[in-house]
């Protein structure tokens, strides 16, 4: 894993984040996220823009709660994490993932949620996340911290990496990167200046027919002679070339070439206009 000299939040981490396949999204790319596969890759694509103001308030709530599950977890744990930005190139991905957390020996990775769900084992919401996160930092265990969002109360859920799974996870990111490339816009907008763009096309095209037809027109009342007229000129070039033989033709029938070969002229045109 490569670390990046990034804070979390900031334009500089913003721009690492668009040239690369994130942790956060995995699971939407996976078709598990809070948001559908489809909407998530509009998102990846510019099509449609993120409004984080309702939710800021949210967001504020649960950073204010990770500041607090921060040291539980390092006292239940006795181990102390920071939060850092890595990425990994593996199989012609580039994976980043932005930590909550992560040990000095980047042997154990912390990630935590401020949320309502209650489970006992870690759903796929969360732990395509935590899959992305180990293989980008190649750490032997992650921690998913909940704090509830009912109560407050604190608990840890130990996830280790499963490489049926991560193989899943990285199929799906060569997926997503194929579906990206190929993705078909159905917006009004694009639409109208793509109907907009083949009718200009096709127009250039009939008019590339057309010229055709006529510089052959002016070529043959040039004739061998170059001519000019009504602002176009025709300038006739006339070349002498030997007429060549196949040689495997007269190999075959014996053929005894004369000591002078024939010439004939060939006569090349420019049309241009003034």
Known sequence: ???????QGTPEWLKAREKAFTASIAPAMMGEGYNSRDIEMEYALGL??????????????????EAEARPVFEEDYGLSVS???????MEGLKLLASFDGITMDNDLVWEHKFTGKTFTDIPALYYWQLEHQLLVSGAEMAVLTITSRKDRAITHHEYKPQPERQEKLINGWKQWREDLENFERSD?????LAENY???????KNLEASKKVVATSLQSLAGNHSAMGGGVRVSVSEVWEKKQTPAAYIKENKIELATEQLVEPVYSYRITVK
């Open 198 to 204: 083949k009718q200009i096309d096709q127009q250039i």
């Open 83 to 89: 939060p850092l930005v890595g990425i990994k190139e």
């Open 188 to 192: 009004s907008e694009w639409l109208a």
């Open 1 to 7: 894993m490569k670390v990046l000299n990034l804070q």
């Open 48 to 65: 449609r823009q993120r409004d984080n103001s309702k939710m800021q308030g949210l967001f504020d709530e649960g950073h204010a709660a």
